[in-house]
């Protein structure tokens, strides 16, 4: 399914890939702004020196900020696989949502509608497609514990999670291990870690390590 072509507000907020890198990676954020509009203004405001390639508002309106050959700037530090530089090797996409609340309905379909034409484009992978908090955990949070990656999962458009029963043989001492082959990579303590991969995959989840947490994670 094709979405309609973008409205396009360019940003100033760009530059060029580095290093040759082409995007293959695409980032999820929320605004954790009051509107859309107010995000906009942040993300084409030099002073603030951020952006990102496209914003999606919560009215299911698109809005293209920077082109996808060139480098956003939405990362920020963090890694993803053992790699850095995220800018140039992604690309952002900005939702309209304060944190706080659930994502739109209309948001949501344009989402669904989008990421697959930037991930043929770019021959991007589910396994690419990752949140904000998930490459800098502890500093990020977004899109947050209200954003259904399931249903990301369930159309092909993020890593799919099997609901198998807790695998045997599983221990707390692997939980690192199978956290960076999954992406987990950067380098934060295991609390910090447990936080992430929670936001991802397990946002209801409570307390210390639990098998649960390594299921996620497992094959």
Not at 58 to 79: C, F, I, P, S, T
Not at 176 to 205: E, H, I, K, M, S
Request: with cysteine.
């Amino acid at each position: 399914m094709r979405t309609a072509e973008p409205l396009w507000h360019p940003s100033p907020n760009f530059g060029p890939r580095r290093d040759g890198l082409r995007p293959e990676l695409i980032v999820l954020h929320y605004t954790a702004m009051e509107s859309a509009g107010d995000a906009l203004q942040r993300l084409c405001d030099p002073q603030f020196e951020v952006s990102a390639h496209y914003l999606i508002r919560a009215d299911g309106g698109l809005v293209q900020l920077v082109a996808e050959d060139m480098r956003a700037w939405h990362a920020g530090a963090g890694e993803w696989a053992g790699r850095g530089d995220i800018n140039s090797r992604s690309i952002g996409i900005e939702l309209d949502n304060r944190g706080t609340h659930p994502f739109s309905e209309p948001q949501m379909r344009k989402l669904e509608a989008l990421l697959p034409q930037i991930m043929q484009r770019w021959n991007i992978p589910p396994e690419g497609v990752i949140g904000h908090s998930d490459m800098a955990p502890g500093r990020k949070w977004d899109p947050g514990p209200r954003f259904d990656w399931a249903r990301l999962s369930r159309g092909g458009l993020a890593r799919a999670v099997t609901a198998a029963p807790v695998a045997t043989g599983l221990r707390s001492d692997q939980f690192r291990q199978l956290a960076r082959a999954r992406g987990f990579t950067a380098d934060v303590d295991d609390t910090t870690l447990l936080q992430a991969v929670r936001l991802r995959y397990r946002p209801w989840g409570r307390g210390g390590l639990c098998a649960a947490d390594l299921q996620v994670l497992a094959e």
